[in-house]
Nanobody
Framework: VQLQASGGGLVQTGGSLRLSCAAS????????MGWYRQAPGKQRELVAL???????KCADSVKDRFTISRDNAKITVYLQMDSLKPEDTAVYYC????????????WGQGTLVTVSS
């Protein structure tokens, strides 16, 4: 299974970015899909998670600003980030749980988001 993330970049405070992460490979079924981030000197943290039924779990720090969605046909998860703040600066990683005999979890390569003040 491979995950290809895209959409990161440099944006000013208050700006928007949209991250995408597409999964490919021998996948029988996809479970939860999510985005995590890791800022310099900090631990990786959950940003948002979306289940197969569309249920969503979101960090308090990004509620009302970030929106997670998924396209099951394309095996792609999106993160729409609005009203970005400098504290959102981090490497963003997508994560996918998938069934291939057993359930596995897989991380994307990370995409850098930098928000300038």
């Amino acid at each position: 299974v491979q995950l290809q993330a895209s959409g990161g970049g440099l944006v000013q405070t208050g700006g928007s970015l949209r991250l995408s992460c597409a999964a490919s490979g021998s996948i029988f079924s996809i479970g939860d899909m999510g985005w995590y981030r890791q800022a310099p000197g900090k631990q990786r943290e959950l940003v948002a998670l979306i289940g197969i039924s569309g249920s969503i779990k979101c960090a308090d720090s990004v509620k009302d600003r970030f929106t997670i969605s998924r396209d099951n046909a394309k095996i792609t998860v999106y993160l729409q980030m609005d009203s970005l703040k400098p504290e959102d600066t981090a490497v963003y990683y997508c994560n996918v749980n998938y069934l291939q005999g057993n359930w596995y979890t897989h991380w994307g390569q990370g995409t850098l988001v930098t928000v300038s003040s």
